[in-house]
């Protein structure tokens, strides 16, 4: 009987310490857990400091800050263009969306030009000049000669087997041979701009300058005499559609056309085309048969082989924004400047691409 | 202690009485006089480096107290000759407006935009129609395009579509009375506002007068609230003293507080109308359990016998003194955190706030229990219809019932998982505005109306600012005199340009501006117009020529828009098309990760934050969203020091963290599903609600453990107390819940949804101490409540019992 009372109260003492032992536990966390609580508010008042949660902004690749100056068309489809602070993007669906491409440099770029689908070079302000022969996916920067005074290119142009020429402040012409990998200074340095360069035939080279100057080459590039055309403004850009018969426009609206090779120009007076705005590109459209310039304040202007009919236009009610190149896309062309858009020749019909 | 103060007061009840009534009268006199006004500069935390670069800069980039019109043609395009005459009018009206800087007038019938065109002596400027009219359409079609051509006009002040037109002006801030600058601006719209254009009207001058005009409504509200109140608790008391004595206490306690905040000289700002209100409401509470208390303490003094008015009071005070007391502190207390931030409105509703809550221990702990001491009659009624018998009482036992049965643990499973649900929707609490247009009034009100088709046209009327450049003090150039054009460094001005262009690929920031801008199409102009010079110059020299050339063709003052005089500093002005939390903070976020990008930059050019409105409410969000956390913490913390400290037990301190955290959580999910965004207006209405949330469950708790210390059972002290403290909880809630919803109602947006939100605190802290707290209580049996040494003893009595029973 008392051992087993001794048992049994064994027992309970036994469950009475595990018991006492799990109520200290308990005890313990009971009175630990409001200072703990205590100390954590008091941390908290004192030092967390929460942060903004910040929305993530996603860049438009065209900005409507960005000016776009030079355009290339690459094939039917691709283009590729360029701006200021180092700008190149590509289009792959004529122009209706551009992705961005990695430039060395931020100076502003004023033109590009494509050989083909992989090698392309790019020029622009401090007479920078940048090659690609992957498409764009690397642009390295490449030596080319330099003034001491001014340096901005601003055309570059490409022709068969790697000869590309690039035009820019201060006289100064560049010719490569080698998809833009080495350049070459072609004449003197001369306080004139070279605003435009077009080949025309083997042997024959026009540049559209300063002042109403034409500059022509018959050698390739190794002797270039001038003409002076009546033209009181400069010159901004030069085109031929055929070995004798080529226009060069300029600012005011200035147009003089050839048709003898360049032997003879004639200027269209401003009061005839009705064009006064600067026009800064021109090209000829197959498919219309006519030239077509865009320029400054939103003005583009079509007219004939002949000189006889000239059609002055606006992009749009009210898109006077200025533009610098053009690309001739069957019956329309892409035009790039303050935006970027195609223009139905025909129908006059502007669609904006970007701000 | 207390006791001892309760009964010298009931000795002493003449003087004591008659001490109020003189002090009363006295602040009564100062209360009457108190300025009933916003100041804006109020909201200003002034310590912010945002702030300081705004006010060194307002004068000259721009205040915070800009008013913008919009013209908007009813049928096609503003140039036609009766819209452009409305422009012109509405421009010249401007002067009719007292306090109006008028050197800081935007409008194209003004002379400060300008079209900039090369001539042959260089380059010259005309404004587009000052300060005549446009005479032909040639002129006007001339007009046109040359506001066409301008991209720092056409799209900032003239619609991208052409139907409508931006005029702004400025204010000198120091003498703008924002009342008569709403009332004149109103009143030329009226004027000009016909079937040719319409006119919209935004500013902060027009919203503050807004919240201005609706004053007189604020002031119906009230008395529709208090109306509301009183036949309430005439209906629900029974008694004329059960009315008039809450309704005393509150009024006292105002009287008090506002007077205290003249002598002070604060002023009451119409926006913190609400915090008011919850003081006030704290004020009747007391004074309810006061009134509810006594009674409990008349009925059981049998009929028969003679009723003692003066021992009933005495008892009344002397029990709830304490629970009562701990309560006014810890309001005060938890208030008392809101003065950490640097706003001086805050600061100085603090202090109202505190001074206010503090004399509610006199209004309704000490002047209701004395006016109840010369109760004659206590026992008559004034109507016959017994609310207590029909629905309070009823619902009381249901309390009790759900503690009695396991039905408590249903209760706690129920706020655990509230608790958490709201405590995950809580997180999405956005600081600073959720909604674009003013959070202050309603959406469809006309200022919202205006704000949102201004900014359908524009890039937005709320502008920031942030300032480039500067020079050392007393900095000496080569030759020893003062420096002047920093600006004009080529790279300042380059970066300045990819700055903007930075900060524009947020589609919220419509446009940007500065002297940067300016520059590029001066060179353009000089290089015969050629697109593709449209660029700064190579040159520091050659930018400080273009700028001159600029300047030439100005009016002297006008690149003052752009820079300082010494041209030293610039600006760079953002528009915003809303200002909304997220949007600020991602802008001012950008703008510091582009300093980061560009450390040569910013070494040179030191880009600084941030001027404008916009400047202003970001600097005011950063210090709202850094307080956030810290005074919700420092609130809590002193409530469980004060918990802790009152009835001895750490495990207090946590007991009546629950009712509190817990209506946080539930009003800040609520908050962030309705969009309401914490700022300026809804952090005081926080912290106080830290405080208040724990009232009524220390009244409860505190009679819980009274009736149990004077040897009652659990279950009877649990009953006790939610039949007497629990009625006078459920009655202020059910009163004052009612008379909040009155705001819902309110032509101001913020008070209706403080309304709401006050109304949402009450019930939740409510329905915590009537069914939560007690369930807990009874669960966990916390020492602080159910005495241990009273435990013990009737444990060893119990145990003793069962010993010797088998023997």
Request: glycine letters at 8%.
């Amino acid at each position: 009987m008392s051992e087993n009372n001794t048992a049994v109260e064994k027992t309970s003492e036994i469950s009475n310490t595990a018991e006492s032992i799990v109520q200290k536990i308990a005890k313990l966390i009971v009175s630990i857990m409001p200072w703990a609580i205590v100390g954590t508010l008091l941390w908290a008042g004192i030092f967390i400091k929460p942060t903004a949660v910040i929305e993530e902004v996603i860049p438009p690749v065209i900005n409507v800050r960005d000016n776009i100056f030079g355009l290339s068309k690459v094939n039917s489809d691709v283009y590729m263009a360029v701006g200021n602070y180092g700008k190149i993007i590509i289009s792959t669906d004529k122009g209706k969306s551009w992705e961005s491409q990695t430039a060395p440099t931020v100076s502003h770029l004023q033109d590009i030009t494509s050989w083909d689908e992989n090698n392309s070079v790019a020029v622009g302000n401090n007479g920078v000049t940048l090659r690609t022969s992957d498409g764009g996916k690397n642009w390295i920067e490449v030596e080319s000669p330099k003034s001491e005074t001014a340096n901005k290119l601003l055309r570059v142009h490409s022709y068969p087997d790697g000869e590309g020429w690039a035009v820019g402040e201060m006289g100064m012409i560049l010719q490569s041979l080698d998809y833009g990998e080495t350049w070459k200074q072609m004449r003197e340095e001369e306080d004139v701009f070279m605003n435009d360069i077009v080949r025309v035939n083997d042997t024959t080279l026009f540049i559209a300058g300063e002042f109403g100057l034409i500059f022509k080459s018959a050698d390739n590039g190794q002797t270039w005499k001038d003409t002076q055309t009546n033209s009181p403004n400069s010159f901004t850009a030069v085109a031929f559609r055929s070995p004798q018969e080529g226009v060069v426009v300029g600012l005011g609206g200035s147009i003089v056309a050839t048709s003898d090779g360049g032997e003879t120009w004639t200027y269209i007076d401003p009061k005839v085309s009705g064009m006064t705005e600067h026009l800064m590109d021109v090209d000829w459209s197959d498919e219309t048969n006519e030239w077509v310039a865009v320029g400054n304040k939103g003005k583009w202007i079509k007219f004939s082989a002949d000189m006889t009919q000239f059609d002055s236009r606006n992009l749009s009610d009210t898109d006077l924004t200025s533009h610098t190149e053009l690309a001739i896309d069957g019956g329309s062309f892409l035009s790039v400047g303050q935006t970027v858009g195609a223009m139905e020749i025909k129908s006059n019909a502007w669609t904006l691409f970007a701000d | 202690m207390l006791e001892n103060l309760a009964l010298f007061c009931m000795r002493h009840r003449k003087v004591v009485l008659g001490l109020v009534v003189f002090l009363t009268a006295i602040l009564a006199n100062f209360a009457y006089k108190i300025d009933v006004k916003t100041v804006f500069e109020d909201l200003q935390p002034g310590s912010h480096e945002y702030i300081k670069v705004h006010e060194q800069f307002k004068d000259t980039f721009g205040g915070t107290n800009i008013m913008t019109f919009m013209v908007q043609s009813t049928e096609g395009d503003i140039f036609q000759m009766p819209v452009l005459k409305k422009i012109r009018d509405l421009t010249k009206g401007l002067y009719s407006i007292d306090a109006i800087n008028e050197f800081q007038i935007f409008s194209i019938a003004g002379k400060k935009l300008k079209e900039t065109r090369a001539s042959t002596v260089g380059i010259e400027s005309f404004p587009y129609m000052w300060p005549e009219l446009p005479e032909t359409q040639a002129d006007i079609d001339y007009m046109k395009e040359a506001i066409l051509r301008s991209p720092l006009v056409y799209g900032p002040f003239v619609s991208k579509d052409l139907t409508a037109t931006l005029i702004t002006v400025d204010f000198f801030d120091n003498l703008l009375d924002f009342n008569l600058a709403y009332e004149q601006a109103y009143d030329l719209v009226k004027q000009l506002d016909d079937e040719t254009v319409d006119i919209s009207l935004v500013g902060n001058p027009i919203l503050y007068g807004w919240v201005d005009h609706y004053l007189p409504e604020t002031m119906k509200l009230i008395s529709i609230a208090a109306s509301i109140f009183l036949v309430l608790l005439f209906v629900i008391n029974r008694t004329w003293r059960g009315t008039i004595l809450p309704l005393l206490s509150g009024a006292i306690s105002a009287i008090w507080a506002l007077g205290v905040a003249q002598l002070c000289g604060i002023h009451f700002d119409p926006l913190v109308v609400v915090v008011a209100m919850l003081i006030t409401a704290r004020a009747v509470s007391h004074s309810v359990q006061m009134m509810t208390r006594y009674h409990e303490e008349i009925d059981k003094v049998d009929d028969n016998k003679d009723v003692n008015s003066l021992s009933a009071a005495t008892t009344t005070m002397k029990d709830l003194l304490r629970p009562g007391l701990l309560g006014i502190a810890t309001d005060a207390g938890c208030v008392t955190v809101v003065a950490i931030s640097p706003i001086p409105l805050l600061q100085k509703l603090v202090v109202l706030a505190v001074v206010w809550v503090g004399t509610v221990a006199i209004s309704s702990l000490v002047v209701t229990p004395v006016l109840l001491s010369w109760v004659k009659n206590p026992k008559s009624y004034a109507h016959p219809l017994n609310l207590d018998l029909l629905v309070i009482r009823p619902f009381l036992d249901i309390c009790v019932r759900v503690v009695a049965t396991k039905a408590r643990y249903v209760v706690v499973f129920l706020a655990t998982i509230v608790f958490i649900g709201s405590g995950y929707l809580a997180q999405d609490l956005d600081v600073g505005d959720s909604n674009p247009g003013s959070p202050i009034l309603w959406p469809d009100g006309r200022y919202n109306v205006d704000s949102a088709s201004i900014n359908k046209q524009f890039p937005g009327a709320d502008r920031m600012f942030v300032v480039v450049g500067g020079v050392e003090e007393g900095a000496k150039n080569e030759f020893g005199g003062k420096v002047v054009g920093k600006i004009k460094n080529v790279e300042i001005l380059d970066g300045m340009l990819r700055f903007q262009q930075y900060m524009e690929q947020q589609k919220e920031i419509g446009a940007t501006i500065s002297v940067a801008d300016v520059l590029p199409s001066v060179n353009q102009t000089l290089r015969e117009g050629n697109f593709r010079y449209s660029e700064l110059g190579t040159t520091t020299d050659q930018n400080g020529e273009l700028l001159f050339m600029f300047e030439r063709a100005a009016e002297p003052g006008d690149l003052l828009r752009f820079t300082d005089v010494d041209i030293n500093y610039a600006s760079v002005l953002m528009y915003f098309s809303d200002r909304k939390g997220d949007t600020i903070a991602t802008a001012i976020a950008r703008v510091k990760q582009f300093i980061k990008d560009n450390p040569e930059l910013q070494e040179l050019a030191n880009f600084r934050l941030a001027g404008g409105i916009i400047g202003v409410i970001a600097s005011v969000n950063e210090v709202i969203l850094s307080g956030q956390i810290q005074s919700i913490a420092l609130a809590l913390f002193i409530l469980v020091m004060m918990c802790m400290f009152v009835y001895r037990s750490s495990i207090a301190g946590l007991f009546f963290m629950v009712p509190v955290v817990l209506a946080n959580l539930v009003t800040f999910a609520f908050m962030s599903w309705q969009n309401i965004g914490m700022n300026i207006n809804t952090v005081p209405v926080a912290a106080l609600g830290i405080g208040l949330g724990v009232d009524y469950t220390l009244y409860i708790c505190d009679r819980i453990k009274g009736e149990y210390d004077s040897g009652k059972t659990h279950l009877e002290a649990i009953g006790i107390s939610l039949h007497c403290a629990g009625r006078g909880v459920l009655v202020t809630a059910l009163v004052l819940i009612v008379s909040v919803g009155v705001w819902l109602f309110s032509s101001l947006r913020f008070q209706a949804e403080m309304g709401m939100l006050i109304g949402m605190w009450l019930t939740v802290s409510a329905l915590s101490a009537l069914f939560l707290m007690p369930a807990m209580a009874y669960i966990f049996k916390p020492k602080f409540i159910f005495n241990e040494e009273r435990d013990q003893t009737t444990d060893a009595a119990d145990s003793a019992l069962t010993d010797s029973t088998p023997a």
